[in-house]
């Protein structure tokens, strides 16, 4: 099951890598309790805009979407795991994509939001960080988030969707 978050999803959501500290900590910036506490009195993080993965009443994935304070919509994916014993990580990140933009589109949303991948540029050729880049940057493929982008400072990958091309605007004269 795909779920936005509640209220009764909050201890799930802050334990959920706690739960699953093999094979090692992932190499990717998420967002911790106190971020994701702060997050939610300033606005820019929220409940809906945070989404769980469950099997079996158990936590397996989850997502947090990130705002501009006053925001109707979120625009950057900003923590996206995976829990680390389920095989194809890629698959259950593109489908909890999948499912939170489906709905935020149907709320109104008119862009899907980007995926946002920070981690340690210093630590750019562990084996760890290449494996977690990787199945991320699958689901983000997969989910429709086609278009990368390296910043320039090597420790952020961006995924958006195709840049939507102008449609041609043919100005006709009315007859008389």
Known sequence: MFTSSSRAHDRALLDFLSLH???GPDPVRGIDALEFGRGLAAGT???DWTWLAFVDDRPVARGVWWGPVGAVHPVELRCLAVDPSLPHPEVWGAALIRSAHRQFAEAG????????VEFDGAHRDEPALQRALAWRGLAAEDAGLTVRTVDGSGDRVTYSTRPLRAAKVMVSAGSR
Do not use: T
């Open 21 to 23: 500290p093999e094979p």
């Open 45 to 47: 993080l929220r409940r």
């Open 109 to 116: 949303a008119i862009l899907a939001p980007d995926f946002v």
